[in-house]
Nanobody, 122 residues
Framework: QVQLVESGGGLVQAGGSLRLSCAAS????????MGWFRQAPGKEREFVAA????????YYADSAKGRFTIFRDNAKKTVYLQMNSLKPEDTAVYYC???????????????WGQGTQVTVSS
């Protein structure tokens, strides 16, 4: 089992920034990649960004490129999502997930955090 705990969500004005954190614990050796997803009301959960623990290769959804940065601290077993230039359409519950490969589909991840709300006001 891998436990994931997100933090850092909140309310921010359009154009502002937030940094989300996801702390992993438990059998983390079974995880090679971490992903961030988000789910807005009435919509499906969608991929935002992913990273490999080893090497740090990163992957982004088009909506995140140029505004969001995913990075990790291996010693702390924590993955971060730095979100800049936030827009109202970024409003969603953000989830981190643990898996073997940094894929863009939810089915590729075995463990999920509880989610953290991000609300961007216009």
């Amino acid at each position: 089992q891998v436990q994931l705990v997100e933090s850092g969500g909140g309310l921010v004005q359009a154009g502002g920034s937030l940094r989300l954190s996801c702390a992993a614990s438990g059998r983390t050796f079974s995880s090679s990649a971490m992903g961030w997803f988000r789910q807005a009301p009435g919509k499906e959960r969608e991929f935002v960004a992913a990273i490999r623990w080893s090497g740090g290769s990163t992957y982004y959804a088009d909506s995140a490129k140029g505004r969001f940065t995913i990075f990790r601290d291996n010693a702390k077993k924590t993955v971060y999502l730095q979100m800049n230039s936030l827009k109202p359409e970024d409003t969603a519950v953000y989830y981190c997930a643990s898996g073997v490969n940094p894929v863009v589909v939810t089915q590729g991840y075995d463990y999920w955090g509880q989610g953290t709300q991000v609300t961007v006001s216009s």
